[in-house]
Nanobody, 119 residues
Framework: QVQLVESGGGLVQPGGSLRLSCAAP????????MGWYRQAPGNQRELVAT???????NYAGSVKGRFTISRDATNRTVYLQMNSLSPEDTAVYYC?????????????WGQGTQVTVSS
């Protein structure tokens, strides 16, 4: 069974930083687009950032310039470095692995990790 294991969530003060991690099996990590999504109470789940196997990155406008997504092939882990955090960033963050468009395969989701930005 494919599992995406998330870690790194927690409570942080406004203006602070936090780094989320998502570990994936090599069969997924080496082929799928990896990304982070978030969902705040009462809101729809929204895209935060994605990174392709080739390193192409995309960011939501709300996090561009503050968040950085990266890949570590050795550890099969995707990271989300979050800087200059504000209360609006408070949400459950989910890791996602999306297959290439040429694959007829399912996307996979992590269990979610709570990020709370508060004084």
């Amino acid at each position: 069974q494919v599992q995406l294991v998330e870690s790194g969530g927690g409570l942080v003060q406004p203006g602070g930083s936090l780094r989320l991690s998502c570990a994936a099996p090599s069969s997924i990590f080496n082929v799928y687009v990896m990304g982070w999504y978030r969902q705040a109470p009462g809101n729809q789940r929204e895209l935060v950032a994605t990174i392709s196997v080739g390193g192409s990155r995309n960011y939501a406008g709300s996090v561009k310039g503050r968040f950085t997504i990266s890949r570590d092939a050795t550890n099969r882990t995707v990271y989300l470095q979050m800087n200059s955090l504000s209360p609006e960033d408070t949400a459950v963050y989910y890791c996602k692995a999306e297959p290439p468009s040429t694959f007829w395969s399912s996307s996979y989701w992590g269990q979610g990790t709570q990020v709370t930005v508060s004084s």
